[in-house]
């Protein structure tokens, strides 16, 4: 066989088999672009677990008509033009693949409106066609994307989706997880049209607990300490879970680097070892923590989904965390007048 180009739409479905795994990765990625809009408040609803259909509405800074179908080409971006800015960056986004891929497995429809803008405007992209001649809709200023039937044309993904329960509970988790990084955003959650939850924006230390108090239960926060501790341009604030109320699974340990939520075995083997004294061989810490440093020090270009990222000086990083929890978890011995953040 001779070389040819890929046609656009399998290029897109080539690169959605890296970042839509199931529709919990739909809802990262479109939750994350309402972040970098500069959303007030998201709105989230999913029917069938998010097989059938997943929206999200953002008030957010919208997208202007004309570049309505730039929004859905590959490796188009508002959020970086270099090199330079790319090891800087500080939005949530910079590869403009993710609405280019969902399109291109599913039936998405995308409604925008910038607040200069007397109307809104919408494009559609169905994995074949695509009508990117934008039509007026009354839509308020932010934007709305329509993400239907997931895999409706890759069957061989399809089969791999499991039930809508589970499918369902990926997304709660995720909302769950994000939640815990923007305190600043609303955020309402429905399903099969049940509001599951509506969050305000926390931005008073009280609303922030009571946030963590929603979604990581009173038992978390009548059992955790607050910590800020900052050295070496490295700062880590957040609630560390108190050693006598471990779990026996790592369910309940959030980790952010700049807002975003990682997964990193630097950032593991440092919690383990800061526990481990204090800690039953078996039993697993809680906490929430988010840990700011200067985007230069941190590559998170690593992985399509943005799951891991690293560290530009990793022992430094290593070593603030151990000590940083070292030092609130030897503060914690029983007696300490703060034992409870409230
Ligand atoms: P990336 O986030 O990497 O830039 P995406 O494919 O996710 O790529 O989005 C492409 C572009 O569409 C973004 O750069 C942004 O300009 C625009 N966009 C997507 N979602 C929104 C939104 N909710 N509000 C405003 N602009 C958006
Ligand atoms: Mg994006």
Redesign the pocket.
Known sequence: MRIHPLPTQLVNQIAAGEVVERPSSVVK??V???F??G?GHIHIEIEQGGIRLIK?R?D????VKD?LP??LSRH????IASLQDLEQVA???????????ISSVSRLTLI?RTAASDCAWRVAADGSEQDFAPQPDPHPP??T?EVRDLFYNTPARRKFLKTEKTEFNHIETLLQRMALSRFDIGLTLVHNQKEIFKLKPALSEAQQIQRVASLCGQAFVDNAVSIDFAAAGLQLTGWVGLPTFSRSQQDMQFFYVNRRLIKDKLVAHAVKQAYQDVLFHGRHPVFVLYLTLDPTLVDVNAHPAKLEVRFREGRLVHDFLFSALHRSLADLRPGHPDLTIH
């Open positions: 990625e479109l994350e672009n309402s970098d809009a959303a999200i953002d957010g800074c919208g997208i570049d730039l929004a188009a971006t508002s959020k939005s949530m986004g910079f590869r403009g693949e993710a609405l280019p891929s925008s932010g934007t994307i």
